[in-house]
């Protein structure tokens, strides 16, 4: 054996037997799930992460479908996904699940029509057709009708949907659903699903570099990374009949108009999609974070108690700013009260805001 | 034998030789073993799908989440034929850069071009994705494509329109992606090619290009053959660049300018939302199919070779 290597060893065994940095209870909690949300969890848990030193939180973006399976296997402490569990997967595991929504998402039509400065208005049932195959150029006069004004070249209509499963292809086809009995009749709702007409591309990055080398695609993306890349989006009419511009107060507007349909008692699972509320953008979604109704470790399970409201009140400055809609503040009281029915050994875990 | 042994005479396996022995036997046995249980767990995670859907699954097309309906024969064609696309534009693009490497390139070219053809192979596949995406198919568009429709336009290989994403990027980005294999392996074969086969050609009078195609060439078959297959089984398993360029669309069609999709990009776009376990399961269905073509292609290429070289010419042997 060399010297070298005697003294890595060395070096590696003083590191291994140092004594490890002096903090209380070290509670480690881990997660995974939605790729959506990923860039403001990890920015929570990190801003988290320098308030509380005794927490370690870790979040892994492996996909709501990798999220919900290791949710119910109970490899993770919490779960993190874009379209909620089906009621046969919430039996499957006995109903332990809450839904809490930590903010919103919004999902929007971008296009590739070069030389057009203004928007290009959209109504639900044009969109639908749209990706339905029936309409299958710009120059249509259902679009030409509802966008006076914007001079709509004769061009085919190339449709870019989503390659990979999303929880962004999910929020688009659940709205699509909504409003078209035919889309829903034909395709559906779902993370992937069988497309009539178009080209797939992987990930947002994927649909925009479809659609900006393709000229007269029209594609959606989510509105975090249409607004960071000032890509041109749709503007949509909603169930009140007024044009919106995706925006995130539009967003936060729309979870606003569907908390009228929610009921203080909702378990969270709701499409907010085609929401009423005059000023709503209507293709809009919570994310969800997954936590048990019960666990069997009361320290664990409050410290991620506390961490999921620090981030439902505290943490939601932070979302307008990466581009995430933050939730309604009226939501808040709802989620309080789903948040204290979480027992472990039968007794609740976090009784209210002041518990730390 | 009444003397005594001298010490350093052979007295049989000593226990390090027979632990050195067990040790490598061992680790000999770990590739087999870890292919057999790969095989065996995909067959184990596609049985729902087996059983739901019965063969049918290889040659219906369509493909629905929504409905927990499934059918990979869009996939099967798309990965056959963007592959076949691919060889037919790589190799004699690949094989002529060997042939001009070994035989026709001056001396102080030889090595720059080889080690660039060979570094094609060192480009991530995402990057090839990426040019693919904002070179590749903006001059398909504009140069390529519209002369190709003018005088093909009338066969069912170039109709319909081009969108930009479909088979015909695919096959191209592939070709380029399985050049530097073909043409790095045909070029070791090619010098491995006695120079007295080479002489005997030149000295019955025949051309350098005749000594190539009547001597060289057919020395060397069965290590070009066994070239192309490894450019195959490349290109059958690629991933990220042919999603990002293929379009992605569970469809067949003859025509080369429409989209397509292929099983290795299905199974790595679909997994992580593979919400329910029958979706699951059809995607490793998928990847069951994608594991027995990949096996079955290079079992054939092994027969083709012993079939057409016996073991006498270059480079059988290393395959």
């Known amino acids: 054996m060399n010297r070298r290597l005697l003294i890595t060893i060395g070096i590696a065994g003083a590191l291994a037997c140092a004594p490890p940095p002096p903090v209380a209870a070290q509670v480690r909690l881990n997660g995974a799930g939605a790729t959506f949300p990923n860039i403001i969890y990890q920015n929570w848990i990190l801003t988290y992460n320098q308030k509380f030193d005794n927490v370690e939180i870790n979040y892994q973006s492996i996909g709501s479908g990798g999220g919900i399976r290791q949710f119910s296997e109970k490899t993770v402490d919490f779960g993190g996904s874009d379209a909620p569990m089906t009621d046969s997967a919430i039996a499957a595991i006995d109903g332990n699940v809450l839904h809490i929504p930590t903010v919103l998402g919004a999902v929007v039509a971008t296009y590739n029509l070069p030389g057009l400065a203004q928007a290009v208005r959209f109504t639900p049932d044009v969109l ?222 976090w009784t209210g805001p002041s518990t730390r | 034998m009444s003397s005594p042994e001298p010490r350093w005479t052979l007295r049989g396996p000593n226990t390090g030789d027979r632990a050195y022995r067990v040790v490598l036997t061992g680790l000999a046995l770990v590739l087999p073993l870890l292919i057999l249980v790969l095989f065996a767990q995909l067959v184990v995670s596609a049985l729902p799908a087996i059983a739901k859907f019965g063969p049918s699954f290889l040659w219906t097309s369509t493909w629905d989440p929504v409905a927990e309906v499934y059918g990979a024969a869009p996939m099967i064609f798309g990965t056959l034929a963007s592959s076949f696309l691919a060889l037919l534009i790589a190799i004699p693009l690949a094989v002529g850069v060997a042939i001009f490497l070994t035989e026709f390139a001056p001396r102080w070219l030889r090595q720059p071009v080889a080690f660039l053809v060979e570094l094609l192979a060192a480009i991530p596949s995402v990057v090839y994705g990426l040019w693919g995406i904002f070179v590749l198919i903006p001059f398909l568009r504009a140069h390529v494509v519209p002369p190709l429709k003018a005088v093909l336009g009338w066969t069912p290989f170039f109709q319909g329109a081009f969108y930009g994403n479909s088979l015909l990027a695919g096959g191209i980005i592939l070709a380029i992606m399985v050049v530097p294999y073909i043409a790095a392996v045909s070029r070791e074969v090619l010098l491995a090619v006695p120079s007295s086969q080479r002489e005997a050609a030149l000295a019955m009078g025949a051309t350098r290009w005749e000594a190539v195609r009547s001597a060289v060439l057919p020395y060397g078959r069965a290590g070009i053959i066994g070239a192309i297959i490894l450019g195959l089984g490349r290109s059958l398993g690629e991933t990220m660049a042919v999603t990002m360029v293929i379009g992605n669309r569970h469809d067949i069609g003859l025509s080369a300018l429409q989209p397509a999709y292929t099983m290795a990009a299905a199974i790595a776009n679909e997994f992580t939302e593979a919400t329910t376990d029958m979706y699951l399961s059809a995607l490793f269905e998928v990847g069951l199919i994608l594991f027995i073509i990949t096996v079955a292609v290079n079992a054939l290429a092994r027969l083709l070779i012993w079939r057409v070289a016996r073991g006498a010419a270059v480079g059988s042997r290393a395959l």
């Open chain 1, 128 to 349: 639908a057709d749209i990706f339905l195959g029936k309409i299958t150029n710009w120059s249509d006069a259902r679009l030409t009708s509802i966008n006076p004004g914007v001079t709509l070249p004769n061009q085919d209509i190339i449709v870019v949907h989503r390659s990979d499963g999303s929880g962004t292809t999910y929020v688009w086809v659940d709205y699509l659903t909504k409003v078209s009995p035919e889309w829903a009749r034909r395709v559906g709702r779902g993370t992937s699903v069988n497309w009539p007409v178009g080209l797939g591309g992987r990930g947002n990055e994927g649909v925009t570099a479809t659609t900006r080398q393709t000229p007269g695609a029209i594609g959606y993306v989510e509105l975090g990374y249409a607004l960071i890349n000032k890509m041109p989006v749709g503007v949509v009419r909603n169930k009140s009949g007024n044009w919106i511009t995706p925006s995130l107060e539009s967003v936060t507007a729309a979870a606003a108009g569907a908390m009228r349909d929610m009921g203080s008692d909702t378990d969270f699972r709701v499409s907010i999609t085609d929401p009423s509320g005059a000023q709503a953008y209507p293709i809009a979604s919570f994310t969800w974070l997954l936590v048990r109704k019960q666990y069997p470790d009361a320290a664990k399970s409050r410290e991620l108690v506390t961490f999921v409201w620090w981030a439902l009140t505290d943490g939601q400055a932070k979302a307008a700013g990466l581009g995430y809609a933050p939730l309604p503040a009226a939501l808040r009281p709802w989620i309080q009260a789903r948040l204290t029915t979480i027992t472990a050994g039968g007794r609740p875990v």
